[in-house]
């Protein structure tokens, strides 16, 4: 029996059922579940090939974000971090210097050089 051990302990990812972490696990049993609901819903009214379609596009946001990894970043905190960059502190940034040497010798007790 060979165990293999990740040279990074940090990168290791606990598996639960067929290779797939806990978080993965979950989304696809999700991703499943909206696909036969969103089936059941539509094969009625579209036919079974619309339907069939809808149940990818249904599906697909859910499976990939339980498989998605950016830097080590979960999708939910991928989309936070791109939230706060793009919108909420969003906007023209200036660069505005300040001189310390300057306010240092223009303090109250140091001479003035005019």
């Not at 080590?72 to 660069?95: D, H, I, M």
Request: aromatic residues 14%.
């Amino acid at each position: 029996m060979e165990i293999k051990i990740p040279k990074e302990v940090r990168a290791h990812k606990e598996t639960i059922f067929f290779g797939l972490s806990a978080r993965q696990f979950i989304c696809a049993v999700l991703a499943v579940a909206s696909a036969v609901g969103v089936y059941f819903l539509l094969k009625n009214i579209t036919g079974a090939e619309t339907a069939s379609w809808a149940c990818i596009v249904a599906a697909a946001p859910v499976a990939v974000t339980g498989f998605f990894s950016y830097n080590g970043l979960t999708f939910e905190q991928f989309a936070w971090a791109w939230f706060k960059s793009q919108v909420l502190c969003a906007g023209p940034r200036t660069f505005q210097s300040e001189n310390i040497y300057c306010k240092a010798l223009t303090k109250k007790g140091v001479h003035d050089y005019d």
